[in-house]
């Protein structure tokens, strides 16, 4: 995409019936006290706002123009590959996965995984856009900021672009989806001493073994204890929230260190959540 494009798409109005615009957007950013000095992890489900008039490519426009720096995830799951075994309570069953015979190699160019959403996505195809080279759990940025943001990830430590976002005053910005999808919480689940898991994903040189966060489905849970830390706003149908991450990943330690399951999820069926439970469990 080029920069033609994103600057077409900052054109697009509002003016059908129920139609979102790029003014619709930008106005309801700032509403949120979101400004150029903002630095911002985002989650966006593009369909709960609504019509979007130019899509996605509205929403980066409205994004970059009101905001200094975004980063969000540009997770690339079709990486990954499961080997016949490894260590204990990984939140994984081992085996030959039939994910293993389609599994691809990682690339700059590769498309976030379609669960990631279409925004990272289109992000992606900024001409500004710079990302990480994990293969798996890669983030993308834009801004002054984002080359000092990104520089920190390492397969030992993927959550480090969030880390920095933390210690430098910037803010969570949920876009018509919940904290179910919020990765910043991990960061708190790291700080709080919880042990992150082990994963694989192909290269074209090998292949990477590197660390990977639990499960987020229970991240609900943290709603009450942030609460006085919200701003919420409406952009078409899509509730939006804006949260100070540090806000967010200090009340994720207080939770933890309160009680070692704090944020798990409870279905039986969740590998991670299950063998998490396992690990934190007091030995007798």
Known sequence: MTQLAFKAARKTSGDG???VGFRDIVR????LGLNRNSRVTVHVSLSSFGQVAG???TVVGALMAVCGTLITPAFTYQTLVTPEEGPPLNGLAYGSSPANETAEFWRPDMPAHPTIGVVPNTLLRHPAAKRTSHPALSFVAVGPDADEM???QTLADPLAPLTWLTDHGGDVLLMGVTHRV???VHVGEQRA???QFV???LTPERIEEFNWPGDSAGFEAITDAIKPYVVRGQIGQAHVQRIPAEAVVSAAVQLIRKDPTALLCHNPSCERCRDMRERVQPRV
């Not at 309801?28 to 509403?31: E, K, Q, S, V, W």
């Open 55 to 57: 899509g996605a490519e």
């Open 28 to 31: 309801g950013l700032r509403d």
């Open 150 to 152: 990104l520089a920190g």
């Open 199 to 201: 994963r694989w994903a």
């Open 182 to 184: 919020n990765t910043i």
């Open 193 to 195: 001493g919880r042990r």
């Open 17 to 19: 019936p129920g139609q």
